[in-house]
């Protein structure tokens, strides 16, 4: 069983910048490609970035390309999002996720493992 915690969510004015972190659970999810999803308010959950095993691929959702930056340290069963530029329709709740295999194209289905999330608030 893996678990995931994130942090590093809060409170930040638009064009600011807050860095997100998922710590995992233990060693083996350096086998896990690592993924975040968001869920604003009344909005099914969306794949927002990804990561592969050894940090060699990366993915993202569209509008937030040129904005994100997703990156992982296997040495410490962590992966990051770094977020500048944020906008209002950032705001969410962002949640880590596991899974063994790589999808182009992920989906919440697709997930082995989740964590409970870490809210992000973009004033205007």
């Known amino acids: 069983q893996v678990q995931l915690v994130e942090s590093g969510g809060g409170l930040v004015q638009s064009g600011g910048s807050l860095r997100l972190s998922c710590a995992a659970s233990e060693s083996t999810t350096s086998l896990y490609s690592l993924y975040w999803f968001r869920q604003a308010p009344g909005k099914e959950r969306e794949f927002v970035s990804a990561?592969?095993?050894?940090?060699?691929?990366?993915t993202y959702t569209d509008s937030v390309k040129g904005r994100f930056a997703i990156s992982r340290d296997n040495a410490t069963n962590r992966v990051t999002l770094q977020m500048n530029t944020l906008k209002s329709e950032d705001t969410a709740v962002y949640y880590c996720?596991?899974?063994?295999?790589?999808?182009?194209?992920?989906?919440?289905?697709?997930?082995?493992?989740w964590g409970k999330g870490t809210l992000v608030t973009v004033s205007s």
């Open positions: 996720a596991a899974a063994r295999a790589w999808f182009p194209r992920p989906h919440p289905d697709h997930m082995a493992y």
């Open positions: 990561i592969d095993w050894y940090g060699y691929s990366t």
